[in-house]
């Protein structure tokens, strides 16, 4: 079973940007969908950003799209997501997911979150 951690989180002003990246252990990681969720104090944990197995397909919540890149390099069983034009509503934990397919399926497992705050 893969094994992720999730890393580059921070304390960033809005407008900025920032990388987060999620390590995966093993080498089954281009065998799993990968999606991004965060979750805001006092709030659902909510999806993000998903990426297909090969990265050549992409999906977005509506609220990030245009700002946020997801990417994976699975030679380096790493995904990343890039987050530019930081808001303050964008503050969250952020967490990854490893998912049988592109959208759909059972999740495998979740890594134990990076936080971004995102100042005014």
């Known amino acids: 079973q893969v094994q992720l951690v999730e890393s580059g989180g921070g304390l960033v002003q809005a407008g900025g940007s920032l990388r987060l990246s999620c390590a995966a252990s093993?080498?089954?990681?281009?065998?799993?969908?990968m999606e991004w969720f965060r979750q805001a104090p006092g709030k659902e944990r909510e999806f993000v950003a998903g990426?297909?197995?090969?990265?050549?397909?992409?999906t977005y919540t509506d609220s990030v799209q245009g700002r946020f890149t997801v990417s994976r390099e699975n030679a380096k069983n790493t995904l990343y997501l890039q987050m530019s034009s930081l808001r303050p509503e964008d503050t969250a934990v952020y967490y990854c997911?490893?998912?049988?397919?592109?959208?759909?399926?059972?999740?495998?497992?979740w890594g134990q979150g990076t936080q971004v705050t995102v100042s005014s």
């Open positions: 997911a490893a998912r049988r397919d592109f959208r759909r399926g059972e999740y495998v497992n």
């Open positions: 990426i297909s197995r090969s990265g050549g397909l992409t």
């Open positions: 093993g080498r089954t990681f281009s065998s799993y969908a």
